[in-house]
């Protein structure tokens, strides 16, 4: 199986040695600061990106986090730092140029193994695999009520048609309303498309056209 790449954003050179010796598994790529490591990112994609805040140079590494997203948006992102408060890891967990995970210093090199194969397994391609089904299955959810909502306008328009075909006197709209179950606007609408199509007479319903009420006697003043 192909070696994963880690690039490991990281300035304290103790810090960097505990990374090599506990992922040994993995090919190490290390910057010391976050511009170094976006001149990296530009060459060489890696699997998983170790981000540490306090950086060489003065450098903060949330600071880079939202162009590093950019650049690369489904790389995973593990936050390794012990000089975050509550609200900037949480920060940095939220929004669409979130980093993926937060662990503190002193780190727990077995929560980090457990932390970067999660990542591995859950984020990357798979992660935009999942996202893509996602999005198809909203569409195809979608477009099968579009067809059955236009399926339940058409019958009932067909029967309000059907209805009114012998009717003398202008259309109950309440009384409408409850037979089919929708509110009031919604028979209007029917009313209007029907006479629009020229299903029904316009005498029917004669002022749709300017929005005003239909005269129902049950209707509210």
Avoid at 14 to 42: C, M, N, P, V, W
Avoid at 47 to 58: P, W
Avoid at 130 to 141: D, G, I, M, T, V
Wanted: aromatic residues 4%; proline residues 5%; glycine residues 4%.
């Amino acid at each position: 199986m192909e070696r994963k790449h880690i690039l490991v954003i990281e300035d304290d050179d103790l810090q960097y040695e505990l990374y090599e010796e506990a992922l040994k598994d993995f090919d190490l790529l290390r910057a010391k600061t976050g511009s170094k490591a976006l001149a990296t990112l530009a060459a060489d994609r890696p699997d998983i990106i170790i981000l540490d805040h306090i950086l060489a140079r003065g450098e903060l590494g949330l600071d880079f986090l939202p162009e590093m997203k950019d650049l690369l948006p489904y790389v995973p992102v593990i936050i390794v730092s012990g000089a975050l408060e509550v609200h900037q890891q949480i920060n940095a967990l939220q929004g669409p140029r979130r980093a993926h995970y937060c662990l503190t210093k002193p780190l727990d090199l077995n929560e980090l193994h457990r932390t970067i194969q999660t990542a591995l397994a859950e984020c990357g391609a798979t992660e935009i695999v999942r996202q893509f089904e996602a999005l198809e299955r909203s569409k195809r959810a979608d477009i099968a009520d579009l067809l059955s909502r236009s399926t339940d306008r058409l019958s009932r328009q067909t029967e309000i048609r059907r209805q009114l075909q012998d009717a003398r006197d202008r259309p109950n709209i309440s009384a409408l309303a409850r037979r089919f179950k929708v509110a009031r606007r919604t028979i209007i609408r029917d009313l209007q498309e029907l006479i629009r199509r020229g299903e029904i007479p316009a005498e029917i319903y004669p002022r749709w056209e300017t929005g005003e009420d239909d005269g129902d006697p049950e209707s509210p003043a």
